[in-house]
Nanobody, 116 residues
Framework: VQLVESGGGLVQPGGSLRLSCATSGFPFRISTVGWYRQAPGKEREMVATVRSGGSTDYADFVKGRFAISRDNAKNTVYLQMSSLKPEDTAVYYC???????????WGQGTLVTVSS
């Protein structure tokens, strides 16, 4: 199983970034996949998830600013982030749920830093 994130970096407040997560080794098409983040000294938290049928869930703190999408032909999930705030600074992880509501598989993470 592999989940490989890309697209993180340094961005100014109000800016945008698009994260990508290329996956392999598990049944992507029937899996819920999502983005999670962990800031220094804090627990990992859900940012957004997308189910196999395409329905989505968002954390309240990103609603209206972030958009998750998936491409089943490419086994890839994306996170379009806009209107970024300094408090969005964190390591962003891609995760795949196989049972329950929390990922069984994780990527290595990509750092997003929002700072002027």
């Amino acid at each position: 199983v592999q989940l490989v994130e890309s697209g993180g970096g340094l961005v100014q407040p109000g800016g945008s970034l698009r994260l990508s997560c290329a996956t392999s080794g598990f049944p992507f098409r029937i899996s819920t996949v999502g983005w999670y983040r962990q800031a220094p000294g804090k627990e990992r938290e859900m940012v957004a998830t997308v189910r196999s049928g395409g329905s989505t869930d968002y954390a309240d703190f990103v609603k209206g600013r972030f958009a998750i999408s998936r491409d089943n032909a490419k086994n890839t999930v994306y996170l379009q982030m806009s209107s970024l705030k300094p408090e969005d600074t964190a390591v962003y992880y891609c995760g795949a749920v196989q049972a329950g509501n929390w990922p069984s598989y994780w990527g290595q993470g990509t750092l997003v830093t929002v700072s002027s």
